[in-house]
């Protein structure tokens, strides 16, 4: 076989070119730390880096709708704490006006101070979350959610929450309405009233004996006087009961179908106290409204003092516990804040080895193989050159 002078000349030629092709890209390599530069390099690792960084792309938009989520809740509990500090100065100035020895004056002073306590609590109730929402706006409110009309403050935003978006579901804001509004109305489970009340008597806020009783009808107690000695009949939703002219003792408690009652005082005849079911529509600005616009009445007698005492502090316990409720939920949602957020903490690291699996340089292995294709370089280099002097003008030179 003969060997042209030109295909050795082009032979060597496509080898020098070929190992610098080599060393470029080995060059390239070191030069970024990254061994797939392009899809070109390897496909299936390029693939899996795109892959890697997509995952930490929704890690990372988790994190942000997590801070946001962390803001609200924390601005949110925040508030609900101011307001159950508030909420707490109003039952004391309750407690304190219903002391015997006040005087109609000083309830008229306990009744401003809880009218300025309530503005300061409608203001929390309005609190702006710093950008351009409210806490409390539900689903969304470009005014300040409640507004405090002539028949009481009214939530003028839309019911429900806010959430981010996402599988996780974290809340960006809280219903005000249900925080607000919503609290159960006399112990929780039913209501006492006093209907008629011309005596002495006071009928305490019940308890519930036996939940597996309770029928949720509505029950009146009515009192009458026959020859000096005081009875009390027991009516469900109209109709007789067994507790049928039964003898009154103060203080002894009344019981029927799973609830107990206790009424204190001498109840005139004709009398009546009521146990109504409990509804979720219980105000906290309804309540300090009726609350203070009662300690402003004079000339009350003890009792009705009494009951109107006791009446409220219970409807105060109960937007108490309901405004207690709603800021442990906010603190649940803080504390599935962080596992959320570690959780994509996780996952960022995960996608990032995964890529770096992908796609980075083996150092090392990439200078040792660097210096490799710069000694063959080196060698295909010299070979082309003594390639070039084999010709019959230089050999007649020499």
Request: glycine share 8%; proline share 3%.
């Amino acid at each position: 076989m003969r060997v042209a002078t030109a295909y050795a000349y082009e032979s060597s030629l496509n080898a020098l070119t070929q190992r610098q092709t080599q060393l470029s890209e080995s060059q390239l390599q070191l030069t970024t730390g990254k061994r797939v530069n392009r899809a070109s390099d390897d496909p299936a690792a390029a693939a899996q880096a795109e892959r890697s960084l997509a995952k930490s792309a929704r890690a990372d938009a988790g994190q942000r709708a997590a801070e946001a989520s962390r803001n609200m809740m924390s601005l949110t509990e925040s508030a609900l704490g101011d307001a159950g500090e508030l909420l707490q100065q109003i039952r004391e100035a309750l407690v304190a006006s219903g002391n015997a020895t006040y005087s109609d004056a000083e309830r008229l002073g306990v009744a401003q101070k809880i009218e300025g306590l309530r503005e300061q609590l409608f203001a929390v109730a309005n609190r702006s979350d710093g950008a351009a929402g409210y806490l409390f706006g539900g689903q969304g409110s470009s005014a300040p959610p409640f507004v405090d009309a002539v028949g009481g403050v009214e939530f003028r935003g839309t019911s429900g929450e806010i959430s981010a978006a996402g599988e996780d579901r974290l809340p960006l804001s809280a219903d005000g309405r249900s925080v607000w509004l919503s609290a159960r109305a006399g112990n929780g489970v039913f209501e006492t009233r006093a209907t008629t009340s011309t005596g002495t008597a006071v009928v305490d806020a019940g308890q519930v004996t036996q939940p597996g009783a309770l029928t949720g009808s509505s029950y009146s107690i009515q009192f009458a006087i026959n020859a000096g000695v005081t009875t009390y009949s027991v009516l469900r939703d109209g109709a007789p009961t067994a507790l049928t002219d039964v003898p009154y003792a103060s203080a002894k408690a009344i019981e029927i179908d799973g609830m107990a009652v206790t009424i204190k005082g001498a109840p005139a005849a004709g009398d009546e106290f009521q146990m109504v079911p409990s509804t979720s529509d219980l105000s906290v600005f309804d309540l300090l409204d009726r609350a203070a616009a009662t300690l402003k009445v004079p000339f009350r007698t003890g009792s009705q003092i009494a009951q109107t005492n006791v009446s409220d502090l219970r409807d105060i316990d109960q937007v108490l516990g309901q405004l207690q409720s709603s800021r442990a939920m906010a603190g649940d949602a803080l504390n599935r804040i962080d596992g959320v957020s570690s959780r994509l903490d996780t996952i960022k690291l995960q996608a990032s080895v995964e890529r770096s699996t992908a796609e980075d340089l083996d150092m090392v292995h990439a200078i040792s193989e660097f210096q490799n294709q710069q000694t063959g370089y080196d060698a295909a280099l010299k070979s082309y050159s003594m390639v070039q002097r084999m010709s019959l003008f230089q050999y007649l030179n020499v």
